[in-house]
C-alpha cells in the first residue's frame, strides 16, 4: 500500500511540467510616459491551488516595462498580465487595477520564455471592463 501512495506521488511529481512566459509594454496616462505603475504577472489558478505571483516590478520613466516568470503545473498556465495605478482615478479610494489574459500561444514549456507577448502601448485614462480597486498596497 505504501509503496502504491509512493508511486502515485512521484507520478504526480514527473508529470508536473515547468511553463515560463514573459510580457512586455508600454503604459502611458494621456499624452505623458505611466512612470512608477507597479505590474505583477501571475498564474492564476481554480480550485484550493493559490495563484502564483512569476514576476513584478515598476514602468520605468518612459512607462516601459518587461515581466518574465514561469511555475511547474499539471496543466497549462493561465498567465495574467496587472496593472496597479492611479491615472485619471478621480476621487475614489484606492488604485485603479485591471487585468489582462495573455495568450496560450506566448506559453514556453521550460523555465526561460522562448518568445515575448508585446501587449503595446496602454492608455490608463481608458475605463475598463471589469475594473477593480485595489484599497491595500501589496
Known sequence: MKFA????????????RDQSI???GKLVCGPKPAA??????????????PDDLLD?????????????GG???????DPIFKVYHNCDKGLKPGSRK??????????????VPAKTFDIGTLNLET???EEERELIVS
Open 56 to 68: 513584478q516590478g515598476y514602468t520605468d520613466a518612459n512607462g516601459l516595462f518587461n515581466l518574465k
Open 98 to 111: 485591471i487585468k489582462f489574459k495573455l495568450p496560450a500561444s506566448y506559453i514556453t514549456n521550460g523555465k
Open 36 to 49: 512608477q505603475v507597479r505590474v505583477k504577472l501571475w498564474e492564476e489558478d481554480s480550485g484550493p491551488d
Open 127 to 129: 475605463v475598463f471592463a
Open 71 to 77: 511555475t511547474a503545473e499539471l496543466t497549462t498556465i
Open 5 to 16: 501512495i509512493l508511486c502515485a506521488l512521484l507520478g504526480v511529481a514527473v508529470a508536473m
Open 22 to 24: 514573459a510580457v512586455k
